[in-house]
């Protein structure tokens, strides 16, 4: 249920305000970690994006998220990372900072907008290493 890998990142470098990237083993593990420190029961998800309260964030730690060795892609980072500038968003300006009314099913406005991005993500680098662009 350990990470294999763990690092940080920094939506504002220079500030303390940070998530930390978790990266697990398999899937498996990766839920069993969310569930017992989290309470987040999903399973259904290839990558997780898990944030404090805003009144929790004062050791400027936001959340972590959580991958696999397996099947990430630069979509499915960039996703993440959107859920997480959005908590950053939220807990720097306020919830009003950031539109999460429903829209459509159960899809808030914030996954709409993550998994278009993701998508575009994906498009673009495989576009990129289509032509021998090469992404630093
Ligand atoms: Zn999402």
Excluded at 40 to 65: F, N
Aim: aromatic letters at 10%; proline letters at 3%; hydrophobic letters at 35%.
């Amino acid at each position: 249920m350990r990470p294999v890998h763990r690092f940080r990142v920094y939506p504002n470098p220079g500030t303390p305000w940070r998530f930390e990237v978790l990266i697990f083993e398999s899937q498996a593990s990766m839920y069993k970690y969310a569930a017992s420190k989290w309470g987040y029961t999903a399973t259904d998800y290839h990558a997780i994006c898990l944030s404090t309260s805003t009144s929790e964030s004062k050791g400027r730690k936001l959340g972590e998220v959580l991958f696999t060795l397996r099947g990430v892609t630069h979509g499915l980072i960039g996703h993440e990372l959107i859920h997480a500038s959005h908590h950053f968003l939220q807990t720097r300006c306020g919830k009003d900072a950031v539109v999460i009314n429903s829209c459509g099913g159960s899809h808030t406005t914030e996954e709409i907008v993550a998994h278009a991005a993701s998508s575009m993500i994906n498009q673009c680098t495989a576009e990129f290493a289509k032509r021998g662009v090469q992404i630093v």
